[in-house]
């Protein structure tokens, strides 16, 4: 079997390095990907809960009447 067969019958892992890391590099991927979308998210949203709690004439869906 020539080289060429060799690493296409083992597919992509057999041209990949191991990871530097201690985890899998689909796993490191996977947690940068979650942690940049916390990110995004808590960007998005904060400017929001800084007006909101900032702004007295804010409106509000549901009165709230203390009991009597």
Known sequence: MSELNHSMALGHAANMEPSPYA??????????????????????SSPMAILRTASPDWPTPFKFYPPS
Do not use: E
């Open 23 to 44: 985890i899998p590099s689909r796993k490191l991927a996977m947690w940068l990907f979650i942690l940049s979308d916390a990110c995004t998210s808590a960007l998005c």
